[in-house]
């Protein structure tokens, strides 16, 4: 006759099946590391796998909200648009197809995700084209421990330490070896660290700052300013935090 052994463990009381135990322990692992601060923005190599340096080539206009856009579905006249402004949560709404998150991308490449989304239910082989009248949506916000800290309108392209330039550098007891940089991609803010020392000596590449960008130098006041916000575990894994309640 065999005899089948087993055991079980209590967890908050609970009597858990060992069975179950493995389960239970990466339910456990998962909760705990499920939350996290801003401290832990992804630093070196990891920031700039989210916020990489400039192109050696120049790069198309990014897209930001409150611009206005004219989206033309060729011969499809009533899914063109010819005011099309992009919203708060960086989204151009259109005709059969709802919401579609632009913000960041060039015209041609969210013309690309719109002929996309049109043709997976809609139509067959969609051409759409896309012209930014009124680009708007050109500002960053510099704030935390920066000498005149404000939202700023940029032209053209733009480098971290050239933004922190433009409110006269980091104050005299700044901390440089963190500024934070939280971008919004698919209407969900993001937040990456920097070494600004590192930066001007040569030994870190000057990260490309874009429209709609805020920079916060100093984790201390990033924290203040971001309200200790908390983070999804999933989000760390791709190299990057994603603010806890923004959406």
Same mark, same amino acid.
């Given at each position: 006759?065999? /005899?089948? /052994? ?9 009597? @858990? ?20 601060? @801003?401290?832990? %923005? =992804?630093?070196?190599? &990891? %920031?700039?796998a989210v916020i990489p340096? =400039?192109?050696? $080539? ?13 989206? &033309? ?27 579609? =998150? ?13 002929? #996309? ?10 051409? @759409? ?6 680009? @708007? ?11 005149? =800290? ?24 700044? !901390?440089?070896?963190?500024?934070? $940089? ?15 020392g590192a930066i001007r000596?040569?030994?870190a590449a000057d990260p490309?700052?874009?429209?709609? !960008?805020?920079?916060? $130098? #100093? /984790?201390?006041? %990033? ?18 935090? %994603? ?5």
């Amino acid at each position: 006759m065999k /005899l089948r /052994l087993s055991w079980s463990a209590n967890i908050s009381g609970l009597k @858990v099946p060992a069975s179950m135990m493995p389960f239970m322990a990466a339910l456990l692992l998962g909760s705990v590391a499920a939350c996290a601060t @801003v401290e832990d %923005a =992804p630093r070196g190599d &990891q %920031a700039y796998a989210v916020i990489p340096p =400039p192109p050696a $080539v120049g790069m198309d206009y990014r897209l930001s909200p409150d611009d206005v856009l004219r989206i &033309q579905v060729y011969h499809e006249p009533d899914l063109s648009l010819e005011d099309a402004q992009v919203d708060a949560q960086g989204m151009v709404r259109m005709p059969l197809i709802g919401a579609v =998150p632009v913000a960041g991308l060039s015209a041609s490449e969210a013309a690309d995700v719109i002929a #996309g989304r049109l043709g997976e239910r809609y139509l067959v082989s969609p051409q @759409v084209s896309l012209f930014v009248k009124k680009a @708007v949506g050109r500002r960053i916000t510099l704030d935390g421990e920066i000498r005149e =800290p404000a939202l700023y309108p940029i032209d053209g392209r733009l480098t971290l330490s050239q933004a922190l330039a433009l409110g006269k550098g980091p104050t005299r007891l700044a !901390d440089t070896r963190q500024v934070v $940089v939280i971008r919004r991609l698919d209407g969900q803010r993001q937040a990456a660290m920097f070494d600004l020392g590192a930066i001007r000596k040569g030994e870190a590449a000057d990260p490309e700052i874009l429209p709609g !960008d805020q920079v916060i $130098v #100093g /984790l201390s006041r %990033a924290k203040a300013i971001l309200g200790g916000a908390l983070i999804a575990a999933p989000a760390l894994a791709a190299g990057f935090i %994603a603010l806890d309640g923004d959406n």
